[in-house]
């Protein structure tokens, strides 16, 4: 009878056991010891006996119902200014897939180690470290509690800190060094929430500590463990940086026939304050190190926002830039800082004199942002000197939701006659509800947005919300804006005002059987624009449905139709031909169009993305097919090819256009510290050709030479030469 019972106990606990693993929540003891830790990727000094393992890890995919067949396992210890960390990853050999020796390297396709440290447990913030089997760093900040891959990470963030690995037969070991003074946190809260992710490609799996539904992002801070302390933290002195440069600059404007020779200094500055906040400053910025803009091909009505790419803006850039609607309303778009269109309406440099920016947690719940930036004055050009303005405050309520409030402002410092009383001065507010549930099915925003600009009293308000649900098997949202015709933001991104956007849409998931397959997407997208001034016609109207198949290996493949609707209130050139005869105001078009496109295995040393696009386009065809090759020798060298055309052929009198854009990518990275890229553009629709090559040395940590060789060409005036420069910057990174 006794064993009879201990049998069905037995039984029992083994049924429960799955239940058992959901419903507590993972924790791992952070032990404290005084002795000295030598990084080298081995872990065998004693004092790593004084913790223990942590394990059983779960696939993300292919499935994440299951323990990873690959388990990873843990330690973490500290002392007073350092937390370590020791990792063994189990493996199927030693051909890993790893493409580049570049710090801050791209973890898709490839195999890497995630770690994230929630350090004011808020489930929104979070502090990134990524390594792979070669030891290459990635850190970076997580904002919106990492539920989109966009707009969530943000790699341009730089610290100090140590990762050595050794690699073994059938597995790889890595050894962390992460200086307290390198993050910000609590010093109040006894522990930390945590997660520890990796993907192996071997056996195309992605495996996390603690169990993350498929459906959202690997990585989501909704889904975390926890580090517990032995002892509390202590309050560190966190270092102020400073980050001086040296520029100099030889360069020939062949259009304007000016041809000199510079040299510049600055430097920007790093003060934290207490634990939480951080003060930037910055003096006569170059960001002539920056890589160059992607070239973009543009046949739409609308203006195309580039990424922000310079490193002083990005450091909880969240706190500035996430507000409104990223397709139509962005009150806060960095790049109108520092660049400017000139008499003749190009887009060109605006030096900045100086500028500083104020940033982090005022406690567990509330985040402070300001930022003040002044730029010079370029009459000639008819640019004002400007000072532009950023006040945000972002207040945490519920278990990961919170409500916003900014204010922006933009004024030119003097009186000057080529600007007029309306282009003076611009102010933005607003006021905005963050919906984030525990679990990340649903999420959303509301927004209130108001403008104010002289001469322009009527109707400047934005009023926006959007609704997501995100289920395992459904996706469904609904985007509702209304925009005033009177809202202006000039430090902002948006595509249209006067209008009222309605935008609803569903996926439906199937995960089937075949293991090499994980999921089929079946999409409906929509949306309908009514202009408001106009009796609300209906300018704009789109349908899209798409079929997705994505495998196990990382290809996918999708068939979609799309149908639009246009009405034109001005003249419109799709080409963007000079001297062309554009469609007339007041048309109105319908066109459709069928698109199939294709992503190979990205782990192949060759590897492709392609799509073509064929239909309808306005009252004519277009086709449009976009490529993108790549190859490598790992882990040295890196070649890519985006090769991309577009046929629009419209009826007579309109333009018809054949556009290309080529553009050629070589990356070297001959060791850890050592660097070289030549970047090659070519756009027909511009009529530009660009060169840019850029050579690289990290001599210390995040202190770098640079030598950049820049070549602009005409391509419609028989590749006459329009710009070239040689560049050549030193920068150093120097804690005090």
């Known amino acids: 009878m006794i064993q009879k019972k201990i049998a069905l106990q037995a039984y029992l606990l083994a049924l429960m056991f799955p239940f058992l693993l959901l419903s507590q929540e993972k924790e791992i003891f952070v032990p404290s010891f005084n002795g000295e830790i030598k990084i080298d990727g081995i872990g065998n000094e004693s004092v ?156 195309n799996e992605h495996s996390i500590w603690v169990k993350t539904p498929q459906n959202q992002l690997i990585g989501n ?51 934290p304050i207490g634990n939480a906040l951080n003060l930037d400053l910055t003096f006569n910025p170059d960001f002539s190190q920056v890589e160059v803009d992607d070239q973009i091909v543009n046949i739409s009505r609308f203006e195309i926002s580039l990424p922000e790419k310079r490193q002083f803006f990005t450091q909880n850039d969240d706190l500035f830039k996430d507000f409104g609607s990223t397709r139509d309303v962005i009150p806060f778009f960095s790049r109108r800082i520092g660049v400017a269109k000139d008499r003749d309406g190009n887009t060109i440099e605006n030096r900045i004199i100086a500028g500083g920016r104020l940033s982090g947690k005022l406690n567990s719940n509330l985040r402070i942002g300001f930022l003040n930036i002044l730029t010079e004055a370029d009459e000639k050009n008819e640019i004002p000197s400007n000072l532009n303005t950023v006040f945000t405050l972002r207040q945490k309520i519920f278990d990961r939701s919170n409500v916003s409030f900014f204010f922006i402002d933009r004024r030119t410092r003097d009186e000057y006659d080529f600007i007029s009383e309306e282009e003076r001065k611009n102010s933005v507010t607003g006021l905005e509800y963050n919906l984030a549930s525990t679990d990340s099915k649903w999420t959303g925003r509301a927004y209130l947005h108001k403008s104010f600009t002289e001469g322009l009293n009527d109707d400047d308000m934005i009023v926006g919300m959007n609704l997501q649900r995100n289920t395992l098997r459904h996706r469904a949202s609904m985007e509702f ?149 790549k190859w490598r020798k790992q882990p040295i060298f890196n070649a890519s090819m985006i090769v991309n055309y577009n046929s629009i052929k419209l009826p007579n009198p309109y333009p018809s256009k054949n556009i290309w854009l080529i553009s050629p990518k070589l990356d070297f990275t001959f060791t850890k510290t050592l660097f070289w890229t030549t970047f090659v553009q070519y756009n027909s629709q511009g009529e530009n050709l660009g060169v840019n090559s850029r050579f690289q040395w990290r001599f210390a940590p995040l202190s770098d030479l640079f030598l950049v060789y820049n070549d602009n060409y005409i391509s419609s005036d028989n590749f006459s030469p329009r710009y070239r420069s040689f560049n050549i910057k030193f920068t150093y990174w120097l804690n005090i």
Do not use: C
């Not at 440069?245 to 000199?260: A, E, L, Q, R």
């Not at 309908?528 to 449905?545: P, T």
């Open 481 to 629: 804006i209304h925009g005033g015709e009177d809202f202006r933001s000039d430090l902002g991104f948006f595509r249209r005002t006067g209008f009222l956007k309605l935008s609803p849409s569903y996926s439906y998931r199937i995960y089937p059987k075949n293991e090499n397959v994980i999921s089929y997407e079946f999409s409906q997208y929509g949306f309908l624009v009514l202009n408001s001034n106009k009796n609300y016609i209906v300018s704009d109207r789109g349908f899209w449905s798409s079929i997705r198949k994505s495998y196990l290996n990382g290809t996918s493949l999708r068939f979609s139709y799309s149908n639009r609707y246009e009405y034109l209130f001005n003249d419109f050139d799709p080409t963007r031909s000079e001297g062309s005869i554009p469609l007339p105001a007041n048309s109105n078009f319908n066109y459709s169009t069928y698109q199939i496109s294709y992503r190979s295995d990205q782990r192949k040393t060759f590897n492709f993305d392609s799509e073509i696009n064929y239909g309808s386009f306005y009252n004519g065809r277009k086709l449009s097919i976009e490529n993108e090759l």
């Open 221 to 271: 801070l909704a889904f975390m463990g926890k580090m517990v302390f032995e002892k509390p933290l202590k309050k560190v002195r966190n270092p102020v940086s400073v980050i001086p440069y040296i520029s100099g600059i030889d360069y020939n404007d062949f259009t304007n026939s000016n041809k000199n020779t510079n040299a510049s200094i600055g430097g920007d500055a790093k003060i």
């Open 48 to 203: 790593w006996d004084i913790a223990k393992w942590a394990s059983d890890f779960w696939m993300w995919r292919p499935t994440d119902s299951l323990l990873a067949k690959k388990q990873t396992r843990f330690k973490i210890i500290r002392d007073n200014k350092n937390l370590y960390m020791l990792v063994e990853l189990s493996t199927n050999g030693t051909n890993f897939t790893t493409p580049s020796l570049k710090r801050d390297f791209s973890s898709y396709g490839q195999d890497y180690l995630h770690l994230l440290f929630d350090t004011f447990s808020d489930a929104t913030n979070a502090f990134s470290f990524v390594t792979n089997p070669l030891g290459i760093k990635a850190d970076g900040l997580i904002s919106g509690g990492n539920q989109d891959f966009r707009s969530s990470r943000n790699y341009s963030w730089d610290t100090k800190w140590n990762v050595e690995t050794k690699i073994k037969d059938n597995s790889y070991t890595a050894e962390f060094r992460i200086p307290f003074n390198s993050m910000f946190y609590d010093s109040k809260n006894s522990s930390w929430r945590f997660n520890i992710y990796r993907r192996n490609t071997q056996q």
